[in-house]
């Protein structure tokens, strides 16, 4: 009998009873290979070589390019249990194969020649586990899937996943999942044929995929390197979610240089369609990339959506928005008049005009609260005052994302959250200490506890220490800060406080003091910071340093969970 007779006689199908617990069983992310009649003992042998085929049905094959075509991505995902694993000569013996057949007239000793998943069975002690086999892009479905072990093995159960590569242990049985070159489970992730099934550049069609970390516990840190550029990933409650387009090398061998903490799972998967810049006819990026500051530093230009920026929001701080813009010109452009409109002394609550606003300089990084920005697109609304495009932009952009809204009756009003914005003409020492600055008055924005704890220190800080600051602001034209509005005033001590390493604060503030600006403008304030080594802002900084830390696992001069 050939093969496509037996084909023709008999064919297996397989049944699910069991799923993993990160995969929800619907018809968008998944679905059974499951049909009334299931015959578990129609296994097709091929000779002595251990070679089992099962086929799709018609019915399943439809419905697996459908699931396809709709996702753009699939994998195949099975549950295997080994029954007896023969010991003589063992790594032989206990391997396993898994791939896919596009030919009936395919023989068992060509499955040598095709992509294929291998394992070795003695290491599970006859425990179950599970494969996932992602399908290729721009290919047909296959006609179905072979297993080669020389041991004897059961298939429990399939199902037609979105494509995933990595591993995870979090549900009853581990998972370990490969990319259409298939692999070999050896206690790497391989990610090197990730393109295979991913999109390798972002475009209007569709988006790099992103990598999910789980940790087992909450305590510590974990390094991953991908093709030698290592990630620092300090643990939280959390997934830590990591876009690809953030990384150097994404497609490369994922290796863990402290195989202790191995994590509990690292999962490679689509980004989310919403994301797409050109999704529902939109014609701007309005949707944010939610992540952890500290990739945004070195995000490279290339992968961006937009443009002149690209648009991200605190994964940990939910509603605060990263503006990353090309130029200074093009940030003037979103948050200038903004600037001058918020924090500016003698132009507060004023919409400048373009020619007042040429030659002024507003900030190198900016951030604001959703009040101030509904304030100033309320009172631009109001006075019917021309904004520029890119503020027309920035509150599509806000309105978009719940910072702020607009009434039945065209106000604006307040939402939630905060911006901030900084720019890739500033140097990467510059963007560190942005970021960091810019986040904590992110935060300051958006929790009220934050805000007391701030308070309760800047209330209790040496007069003459914080007498310098306040005149430092005051007598910088690049600042110019009102100092009599209190808010602003704790939120950019508080600020200064963190936006550097503890262990620099009373070098940075006496350097500071020692600035020609400092002794020409601010001479007897200065001063006294020389002279008693900065020793009360180091004080104030590290209060808050504590806080923060038992907090949210943050630092002075950090506002990052991943570091590179």
């Known amino acids: 009998m050939t093969l496509r007779d037996f084909f023709k006689k008999a064919i297996f199908i397989l049944y699910v009873c069991l799923v993993p ?205 991908f093709g030698g550029e290592v990630l620092y990933i300090r643990r939280n409650d959390a997934p830590v979610e990591i876009p690809t387009a953030a990384l150097k090398t994404p497609f490369s061998v994922v290796t863990y240089p402290d195989e202790e903490q191995y994590p509990w799972s690292v999962l490679l998967t689509a980004s989310d369609n919403n994301l797409l810049t050109f999704a529902q006819g939109r014609k701007n990026v309005l949707v944010p990339i939610k992540i952890d500051p500290g990739l945004i530093m070195k995000w490279s230009r290339n992968t961006w959506r937009g443009n002149d920026y690209e648009l991200f929001e605190w994964d940990r701080f939910p509603g605060v928005l990263f503006f990353d813009v090309s130029t200074y010109a093009v940030q003037d452009d979103f948050f200038r008049r903004l600037a001058f409109f918020v924090e500016k002394a003698g132009y507060r609550g004023r919409l400048l005009s373009d020619s007042e606003l040429s030659g002024k300089h507003g900030y190198n990084a900016h951030d604001y609260k959703a009040d101030d920005l509904a304030r100033f697109f309320e009172k631009a609304r109001a006075e019917n005052f021309q904004l520029n495009e890119k503020e027309l932009l920035l509150k599509e952009i806000l309105v978009f994302n719940g910072v702020i809204k607009i009434s039945d009756f065209g106000e604006v009003m307040a939402g939630s959250g905060a911006v901030i914005s900084i720019s890739q003409e500033s140097p990467d020492y510059l963007r560190t200490t942005f970021i960091a600055h810019e986040g904590w008055h992110g935060i300051f924005f958006i929790d009220e506890e934050f805000r007391n704890t701030v308070a309760s220190i800047y209330y209790t800080i040496d007069p003459q220490t914080l007498a310098y600051l306040r005149r430092y602001f005051q007598v910088t034209p690049s600042l110019n800060y009102d100092v009599n509005d209190d808010y602003l005033m704790k939120n950019e ?39 008693t080594g900065a020793s009360g802002f180091e004080g104030a900084a590290r209060l808050l340093d504590e806080y923060v830390s038992d907090r949210w696992n943050l630092d002075a001069g950090r506002v990052w969970l991943i570091s590179r």
Do not use: W
């Open 21 to 225: 617990a990160f995969f929800s069983c619907t018809h968008k992310s998944a679905f059974v290979l499951d049909i009334p009649d299931f015959y578990p003992s129609e296994v097709m042998e091929s000779s002595s070589q251990g070679v089992r085929y099962f086929s799709f049905t018609p019915d399943q094959k439809g419905s697996i390019e459908n699931f396809f075509e709709a996702n753009g991505d699939a994998s195949l995902l099975i549950k295997i249990t080994p029954v007896k694993v023969r010991t003589s000569n063992v790594d032989i013996q206990g391997a396993l194969s898994f791939g896919f057949f596009y030919d009936y007239q395919q023989k068992a000793e060509e499955v040598n020649t095709v992509p294929v998943v291998t394992d070795y069975l003695q290491k599970y002690n006859g425990s179950s586990f599970a494969l996932a086999f992602c399908f290729e892009k721009n290919k047909n479905v296959p006609l179905g899937f072979f297993i080669k072990s020389a041991s004897k093995v059961t298939v429990d159960s399939a199902q037609i996943t979105r494509a995933f590569v990595g591993h995870d242990f979090s549900g009853d049985f581990p998972v370990f999942a490969f990319a259409p070159n298939g692999g070999v489970n050896n206690g790497t992730d391989d990610f090197r044929g990730a393109s295979l099934a991913f999109n390798s550049i972002n475009t209007r069609e569709g988006l790099m995929p992103k990598i999910t970390v789980k940790f087992r516990d909450t305590t510590g840190s974990q390094k991953l390197a």
């Open 493 to 531: 001590f508080m600020a200064y406080m963190l936006q550097r390493p503890l262990a620099v604060t009373a070098s940075y503030f006496v350097d500071m003091a020692k600035r020609e600006h400092s002794q020409q403008l601010a001479k007897r304030e200065a001063d006294y910071i020389i002279e």
